[in-house]
């Protein structure tokens, strides 16, 4: 924009800035407020007038990962002070842990190995379409392709299909093959929703690198291979690291064909926390932490790849 | 032979140590071209088979032939009808809702200003976030009893997902919410591309804002304005996370609510392929017309 000059102007940027500010508060409260419950405790989860004032507990991340019921009255202090620290905080919830009634041992919620279902999954996929991406693009940018264009568009669109039209025949066939409810299973989707990414996005990052690179690398007595690894992969380092947070974040945050494809073993944290709303007791407290323990790592994501959101949003078309 | 950029001396050793370059590109390319044949294309051949048939994955009563029943049944029922138009509201309204706030934001943002690097990616937030956990605690800012919203906005006890009227317009409140941002950032780039001396020009002019904005700035946008409303209104289209978890009135069946109520709590398995393919029609469409601009935008 052109300097600030007159008076006017002066007025209108600072209306603009107050108007900035605004638009974050409001964008921004309902992150905060999700954060905000999920460490409150229970009793001011829900209070009206909302209570935006309270002192953090981690009561509701111990009332996360256990299983538990509720207190029917207080707890002796022996036996409060001789349990373990997060025992003390499911106490402190007013519920109890449920244990084991012949090892003794606590019960663990299903939130645990949910979030872990959705760290293997997410990561193995992205291993994948990164590496198949890679190489995929680095073909398509150094070779003449017969029909590449043709190519390219079909492969875009393998990941325009709505999940749930790839869904219903994906269902019959991993009934058929025994891959329904397996890692497996949702990692094959998974892959094949971020390779098609994959290929676009490294493709103009590897577009970039100067051909010259590998032409005096050739003339050097490198094979071909050997010029892709030892001199294309290392410069396409920084687009194969947002290449994978993209497709990381994308697996993780999947929430479709984790429903329709998997029902215990497998599932992963997406369709599992909004199922704990409608059990039993609703605890908003325990819901906005598993909320808040699984946007955790998108946010640190976001920030990590703030210099290459417009190019990925855009399929790799628009880089600034 | 393929053709590539810098052809190896055959006679040199390295071609001899190494792979042709045409073994390479195969090597590279059919494997992912392969993969996505088998896990897209092939799925999609097999629901065409079943597209035609009574065929219930609930039973284990064998498919039958029925030819044209499934589409003749589908495009005749009113109430898919009711979905399509359910659907074509929601997506004029978030893409519309998106548009003007994301382009707003992108105008507002689009001058010095302290932090910006900072403000920018906090309100880049909401779109990289999972849009069932995003519905799943929009639910609780919407609660008629103790939500922020109806606290803040002084309406009592509002059902904002209970009411038939408003529920629509709640679900797609939340779209809005997510997906600003992402026409926020596209805009971002289109303004930042705008040429200054064509503001300079306009000033020596004496051009008055509303002129510089529609005929300097508007048109400059436009072509990466016009991807994001396309991506937009075909991720509208499909809409489907958020709107589940958020759902609970029949006013906000979307398309892709109503497919995954067919296929897979009714078990119409063949029904519901024949419905998939409709949707699917319509999804190629749009993405054509998308990947056309995206060729646009890349080739400027």
Same mark, same amino acid.
């Given at each position: 924009?052109?300097?600030?000059?007159?008076?006017?102007?002066?007025?209108?940027?600072? *209306?603009? @800035?107050?108007?900035?500010?605004?638009?974050?508060?409001?964008? $921004?409260?309902?992150?905060?407020?999700?954060?905000?419950?999920?460490?409150?405790?229970?009793?001011?989860?829900?209070?009206?007038?909302?209570? +935006?004032?309270?002192?953090?507990?981690?009561?509701?991340?111990?009332?996360?990962?256990?299983?538990?019921?509720?207190?029917?009255?207080?707890?002796?202090?022996?036996?409060?002070?001789?349990?373990?620290?997060?025992?003390? $905080?499911?106490?402190?919830?007013?519920?109890? +842990?449920?244990?084991?009634?012949?090892?003794?041992?606590?019960?663990?919620?299903?939130?645990?190995?949910?979030?872990?279902?959705?760290? @293997?999954?997410?990561?193995?996929?992205?291993?994948?379409? +990164?590496?198949?991406?890679? /190489?995929?693009?680095?073909?398509?940018?150094?070779?003449?392709?017969?029909?590449?264009?043709?190519?390219?568009?079909?492969?875009?669109?393998?990941?325009?299909?709505?999940?749930?039209?790839?869904?219903?025949?994906?269902?019959?066939?991993?009934?058929?093959?025994?891959?329904?409810?397996?890692?497996?299973?949702?990692? /094959?989707?998974?892959?094949?929703?971020?390779?098609?990414?994959?290929?676009? #996005?490294?493709?103009?990052? #590897?577009?970039?690198?100067?051909?010259?690179?590998?032409?005096? *690398?050739?003339?050097?007595?490198?094979?071909?291979?050997?010029?892709?690894?030892?001199?294309? $992969?290392?410069?396409?380092?920084?687009?194969?690291?947002?290449?994978?947070?993209?497709?990381? @974040?994308?697996?993780?945050?999947?929430?479709?064909?984790?429903?329709?494809?998997?029902?215990?073993?497998?599932?992963?944290?997406?369709?599992?926390?909004?199922?704990? +709303?409608?059990?039993?007791?609703?605890?908003?407290?325990?819901? *906005?932490?598993?909320?808040?323990?699984?946007?955790?790592?998108?946010?640190?994501?976001?920030?990590?790849?703030?210099?290459?959101?417009?190019?990925?949003?855009?399929?790799?078309? @628009?880089?600034? | 032979?393929?053709?590539?950029? =810098?052809?190896?001396?055959?006679?040199?050793?390295?071609?001899?140590?190494?792979?042709?370059?045409?073994?390479?590109?195969?090597?590279?390319?059919?494997?992912?071209?392969? !993969?996505?044949?088998?896990?897209?294309?092939?799925?999609?051949?097999?629901?065409?088979?079943?597209?035609?048939?009574?065929?219930?994955?609930?039973?284990?009563?064998?498919?039958? !032939?029925?030819?044209?029943?499934?589409?003749?049944?589908?495009?005749?029922?009113?109430?898919?009808?009711?979905?399509?138009?359910?659907?074509?509201?929601?997506?004029?309204?978030?893409?519309?809702?998106?548009?003007?706030?994301?382009?707003?934001?992108?105008?507002?943002?689009?001058? &010095?200003?302290?932090?910006?690097?900072?403000?920018?990616?906090?309100?880049?937030?909401?779109?990289?976030?999972?849009?069932?956990?995003?519905?799943?605690?929009?639910?609780?800012?919407?609660?008629?009893?103790?939500?922020?919203?109806?606290?803040?906005?002084?309406?009592?006890?509002?059902?904002?997902?209970?009411?038939?009227?408003?529920?629509?317009?709640?679900?797609?409140?939340?779209?809005?919410?997510?997906?600003?941002? !992402?026409?926020?950032?596209?805009?971002?780039?289109?303004?930042?591309?705008?040429?200054?001396?064509?503001?300079?020009?306009?000033?020596?002019?004496?051009?008055?804002?509303?002129?510089?904005?529609?005929?300097?700035?508007?048109?400059?946008?436009?072509?990466?304005? %016009?991807?994001?409303?396309?991506?937009?209104? %075909?991720?509208?289209?499909?809409?489907?996370?958020?709107?589940?978890?958020?759902? =609970?009135?029949?006013?906000?069946?979307?398309?892709?609510?109503?497919?995954? &109520?067919?296929?897979?709590?009714?078990?119409?398995?063949? %029904?519901?392929?024949? !419905?998939?393919?409709?949707?699917?029609?319509?999804?190629?469409?749009?993405?054509?017309?998308?990947?056309?601009?995206?060729? &646009?935008?890349?080739?400027?």
């Amino acid at each position: 924009m052109a300097e600030v000059k007159t008076k006017g102007e002066v007025i209108v940027n600072r *209306a603009a @800035i107050v108007a900035v500010m605004l638009a974050l508060v409001v964008m $921004l409260t309902p992150i905060l407020w999700i954060t905000a419950t999920a460490f409150k405790p229970r009793n001011l989860a829900t209070t009206v007038p909302p209570t +935006v004032m309270f002192e953090p507990t981690l009561s509701p991340f111990a009332k996360l990962f256990t299983k538990r019921s509720q207190l029917r009255e207080p707890v002796e202090q022996e036996v409060y002070d001789a349990a373990p620290w997060w025992e003390q $905080l499911v106490f402190d919830g007013g519920e109890q +842990v449920v244990r084991n009634k012949k090892t003794g041992e606590a019960t663990p919620s299903g939130f645990g190995g949910r979030y872990l279902n959705s760290l @293997i999954v997410s990561i193995v996929s992205t291993v994948l379409a +990164v590496s198949m991406g890679t /190489i995929t693009a680095y073909g398509f940018s150094r070779f003449r392709v017969p029909g590449e264009q043709d190519w390219l568009f079909f492969i875009l669109s393998t990941r325009m299909l709505p999940p749930i039209v790839v869904a219903i025949p994906m269902f019959l066939m991993y009934r058929a093959v025994g891959l329904y409810d397996t890692h497996i299973g949702l990692i /094959i989707l998974y892959t094949a929703f971020n390779l098609s990414f994959a290929v676009w #996005i490294m493709k103009g990052f #590897i577009d970039e690198i100067p051909r010259e690179y590998e032409e005096a *690398a050739l003339v050097d007595g490198y094979t071909r291979l050997q010029a892709f690894f030892k001199i294309v $992969l290392p410069e396409a380092l920084t687009g194969i690291a947002a290449t994978a947070v993209f497709c990381f @974040i994308t697996a993780w945050n999947e929430y479709a064909f984790a429903l329709m494809m998997t029902s215990r073993n497998a599932q992963t944290a997406p369709p599992y926390i909004p199922s704990q +709303v409608g059990s039993g007791l609703s605890d908003w407290t325990v819901i *906005a932490s598993g909320t808040f323990l699984f946007l955790l790592p998108v946010a640190i994501f976001t920030f990590l790849l703030r210099n290459h959101l417009l190019r990925g949003m855009s399929f790799g078309a @628009i880089r600034k | 032979m393929a053709d590539v950029i =810098t052809r190896l001396d055959p006679t040199s050793r390295a071609a001899a140590r190494g792979f042709s370059d045409m073994t390479i590109r195969n090597l590279f390319i059919i494997p992912t071209i392969v !993969f996505l044949i088998v896990f897209n294309v092939f799925p999609l051949i097999y629901s065409l088979w079943t597209a035609f048939t009574d065929y219930r994955a609930s039973t284990a009563a064998a498919a039958n !032939f029925v030819g044209l029943a499934n589409f003749r049944e589908l495009l005749s029922d009113p109430d898919i009808w009711r979905n399509f138009t359910i659907t074509a509201k929601y997506v004029v309204i978030t893409v519309t809702g998106q548009v003007i706030v994301g382009f707003g934001l992108a105008m507002l943002l689009n001058r &010095k200003i302290p932090l910006k690097g900072l403000i920018t990616t906090l309100l880049l937030l909401p779109m990289m976030l999972s849009p069932a956990v995003v519905g799943l605690f929009w639910k609780l800012l919407y609660d008629p009893s103790f939500g922020i919203i109806n606290y803040f906005l002084g309406l009592g006890k509002f059902e904002w997902l209970a009411q038939p009227q408003m529920a629509l317009w709640a679900v797609a409140l939340v779209d809005i919410w997510m997906w600003s941002p !992402f026409v926020m950032l596209l805009s971002l780039a289109g303004l930042s591309a705008v040429p200054k001396h064509l503001y300079e020009a306009a000033e020596i002019d004496r051009a008055g804002p509303f002129y510089t904005f529609f005929r300097i700035t508007l048109p400059l946008v436009a072509p990466i304005l %016009m991807i994001a409303i396309i991506f937009r209104t %075909m991720e509208a289209f499909k809409t489907f996370d958020h709107a589940y978890i958020l759902s =609970t009135q029949p006013t906000t069946e979307l398309i892709a609510i109503r497919l995954y &109520k067919m296929a897979f709590l009714e078990w119409q398995t063949g %029904m519901s392929s024949a !419905f998939a393919y409709i949707v699917l029609i319509v999804v190629v469409a749009i993405t054509n017309i998308y990947v056309k601009y995206l060729n &646009k935008a890349k080739a400027r």
